[in-house]
């Protein structure tokens, strides 16, 4: 059964930090990985989409790695600002039945402090 | 329309109300999915629909959840006799299929049963 995990589950960095967001799963078997974001209250806004045979996608100050074989993935976010702040999801695309589910971590809480 | 809809934003329903959750997704999304998420959590899978067919509900929690999108676009979630578990975020996504593209998520309805 796919696991994914995310860490920290919480950070809080000064702005202008460069940072890392760590995202693994334990089934190497996935279609894409996806990166959201959720503010309070809100939905969620895709980020960044990575193929299983692609190695990292790029937006902006964002930038999302993807290794497979290994089971992980990082978002790196570049001069972080205080806008920044939101909880950062990932989750992964598999099959099952007739189906591609996502797979969700609990995300890392971000703040970005001014 | 531009992104996906879901109305209403925010439910109170009172227990054993019946509530009714809309969602308009992208036009010509063929993948639509219902998503559960409670405070804290990432969310759960409920339910997906190609065009019409519903062909996955492996994820509704109970016979109390049902979920049509008649004409294969606008989609309706329907609570019968509401329940305080049932409290949570109500997320819809669609994508162009199955999600090789990524998702598309609304904003979600937040449903609050007393």
């Known amino acids: ?114 | 329309g531009a992104g996906v809809s879901q109305s209403p934003r925010y439910k109170v329903a009172k227990r054993g109300q019946d509530v009714a959750l809309r969602c308009d997704p992208i036009s010509g999304h063929v993948s639509l999915f219902w998503y559960q998420q409670a405070l804290g959590q990432g969310p759960e899978f409920l339910t997906y629909f190609q065009n019409e067919a519903q062909l996955d509900k492996s994820g509704l929690p109970s016979d109390r959840f049902f979920a049509e999108r008649p004409e294969g676009s606008v989609s309706t979630l329907k609570i019968q006799r509401t329940q305080q578990e049932d409290s949570a975020v109500y997320l819809c996504a669609s994508s162009l299929l199955q999600g090789t593209y990524g998702y598309t998520f609304g904003s979600g309805t937040r449903l609050t049963v007393v």
């Not at chain 1, 589950?9 to 190497?28: H, I, K, Q, R, W």
């Not at chain 1, 980020?47 to 993807?66: D, M, V």
Request: contains cysteine; positive net charge; glycine residues 8%.
């Open chain 1, 1 to 114: 059964k796919q696991e994914v995990t995310q860490i920290p589950a919480a950070l809080s960095v000064p702005e202008g930090e460069n940072l890392v967001l760590n995202c693994s799963f334990t089934d190497s078997a996935i279609y894409n990985l996806q990166w959201f974001r959720q503010d309070p209250g809100k939905g969620l806004t895709s980020l960044l989409l990575i193929q299983s045979s692609q190695r990292e996608q790029t937006s902006g100050r964002l930038n999302a790695s993807l290794d497979k074989s290994s089971g992980r993935s990082t978002l790196y976010i570049a001069a972080s600002q205080p806008g920044d702040s939101a909880t950062y999801l990932c989750a992964v695309s598999q099959r099952s039945g007739n189906n591609r589910k996502l797979i969700w971590g609990l995300g890392t809480s971000l703040a970005v402090n001014p």
